[in-house]
Structures are given as C-alpha cells and as structure tokens.
Nanobody
Framework: QVQLVESGGGLVQAGGSLRLSCAAS????????MGWFRQAPGKEREFVAA????????AYADSVKGRFTISRDNAKNTGYLQMNSLKPEDTAVYYC?????????????????WGQGTQVTVSS
C-alpha cells in the first residue's frame, strides 16, 4: 500500500509559478512510474505529466508542454511538478499517482495509487 500526499497548491496570478510535491509513505515510490493528473469542475480527470521509475523518460500533455516539468527524487520518495507560465485554464485539483508499470503511462486506468489532490487556482 502506498499513501500519496500532494502539497504546494494555492492561488497564483496568470504568468506565475507553483511547485507541487507528492510525498509517498507506506511503500517506496521509486518502484514505479508516477504521474500528475488534474480535474477541473465539471470535467473529467485528465493527464498532465508522467515520469518513468528511473526518471529517464517523461511525457506531457500538449496543453502543458514547455511550461510544466515533472521530476522525482527517489532517495526522498518524492515527486514534483514545476508549473511555470500558469494560465487560468490550468485551474484544477491536481493529483499525483503511482503507476502499475515502471515506464511512462498516461491513462488513469494504469495508475494504482492516488493522492487526495491539491487545489491550484490561477487568476487572470
């Protein structure tokens, strides 16, 4: 069993930055790939970014490519999502998740453990 806890969300103006963290406990996060997803009110949860177990491979949604960076520190059992040049349309609850595989995957069905989410609000 893995417990994931996100932090770092908040309110920021358009063009600003936030860094989300995902701390794991109960089992090491480094055994699997991990990802970030987001869900805006009235919308389905969508893929944002993913990183392989080793950290050598990453993937991003087109909407965040070039603005967001996913990373991980396996020694600290923590994952990160650096979000720059934020836009109002980035407003959502952001979730981190631990995958069923060690390679990058982008579907919610391929993730086993989920955090409770952290709210990100970008004002215009």
């Amino acid at each position: 069993q893995v417990q994931l806890v996100e932090s770092g969300g908040g309110l920021v103006q358009a063009g600003g930055s936030l860094r989300l963290s995902c701390a794991a406990s109960g089992r090491t996060l480094s055994n699997a790939a991990m990802g970030w997803f987001r869900q805006a009110p009235g919308k389905e949860r969508e893929f944002v970014a993913a990183i392989s177990r080793s950290g050598g491979s990453t993937a991003y949604a087109d909407s965040v490519k070039g603005r967001f960076t996913i990373s991980r520190d396996n020694a600290k059992n923590t994952g990160y999502l650096q979000m720059n040049s934020l836009k109002p349309e980035d407003t959502a609850v952001y979730y981190c998740a631990s995958a069923l595989s060690i390679v990058v995957v982008t579907s919610t069905s391929q993730y086993l453990y989920w955090g409770q989410g952290t709210q990100v609000t970008v004002s215009s």
